[in-house]
């Protein structure tokens, strides 16, 4: 597996695959790499020739008080875990190489409309951070398909949109959640959690499984469900931020005859979770 930490090296690199006809699959990640993403590897591998991943912790996504300078970095045991899963290459930017002349005044990617609830609201600046660094990313990379994951639904969402929009040649492939034993969508994020709050932690699928069972059953009273379900989340000790049933591609609000999603995001202690189902 090549490593790359500078952009004139990679654009190299891909221009000679790019001229041997070999097509590129790409997982974008911040590293600390789990099972979850493991799974976009092994789907980005089944799909091109060549297979390349980046670790870059983006600070432009991160909110003043969010956890930029904790996130958790674990660098050769990530590289370890790429080479494993026949990543060809994987890209190891700085700061530097990707603003070089800092954030502020930097251009940046609003995806309009599917960004301004949910996360859009909650984090401010949050998604025009990641819908920036991707487009940067796929710019430099020049994928043939791109992986991301449906834990982070309206990421996935606003990135389809993005590339549709902006007529990048793209195909973006959705991975599946995947979770641990006791049913929490796996996050670098969850080893913050307690001992305690992890069994809590469990909760918020159930919710979202629960509330999925009424609508498939023809319970079209979606705000009395969301509220019941926000009840139980904060009488857990949960602080929910929001819990809504809304339209798979759109995020806006739909009815029961539409492809639904439930959104959740919801605080223990300093950890805040997201998850989500499909109905
Ligand atoms: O999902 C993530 O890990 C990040 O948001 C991404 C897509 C790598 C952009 O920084």
Redesign the pocket.
């Known amino acids: 597996m090549l490593q790359v930490h500078n952009n004139n090296e990679l654009s190299a690199q891909i221009r000679d695959w790019k001229q041997q006809g070999k097509t590129i699959a790409y997982v ?3 590293g600390n790499l789990h099972e979850g993403h493991l799974s976009l590897l092994r789907l980005g591998d089944e799909q091109a020739d060549k297979l390349i991943s980046s670790i ?1 912790v ?1 600070p432009m ?1 991160f909110g003043p008080n969010e956890d930029l300078n904790n996130y958790p970095r674990t660098l050769e045991q990530d590289c370890k875990a790429l080479m494993e899963h026949q990543c060809d290459l994987v890209y190891l930017p700085t700061v530097q190489d990707l603003y070089p002349d800092g954030l502020k005044h930097m251009t940046s990617v609003q995806v309009m409309d599917i960004t301004k609830r949910f996360e859009g609201e909650y984090r401010p600046g949050h998604l025009i951070g ?1 819908s920036t ?2 487009l940067k990313l796929f710019n430099l990379v020049q994928p043939d398909i791109a992986v ?2 449906k834990k ?1 639904y309206q ?1 996935l969402q606003m990135i389809k949109k993005m590339v549709h929009d902006l007529n990048l040649n793209i195909d973006i492939i959705a991975g599946e959640t995947v979770r641990e034993e006791s049913g929490i969508a796996m996050s670098s994020r969850n080893q913050y959690l307690s001992g305690m709050q992890q069994s809590i932690a469990v909760e918020l699928q159930q919710q979202l499984r629960k509330v999925a069972e009424q609508i498939k059953k023809g319970d079209e009273s979606f705000s009395t469900l969301t509220k019941d379900a926000i009840n139980s989340l904060s009488h857990s000790g949960f602080e929910v931020d929001y819990f809504d049933i809304c339209h798979q591609q759109t995020l806006k609000p739909a009815g029961i005859d539409d492809p639904l999603v439930i959104l959740v995001a919801a605080k223990l202690g300093n950890t805040r979770l997201i998850d989500n189902i499909e109905i």
């Open positions: 974008p990640t911040m870059f983006n996504q990641v660094i991707v991301f994951g982070d990421q």
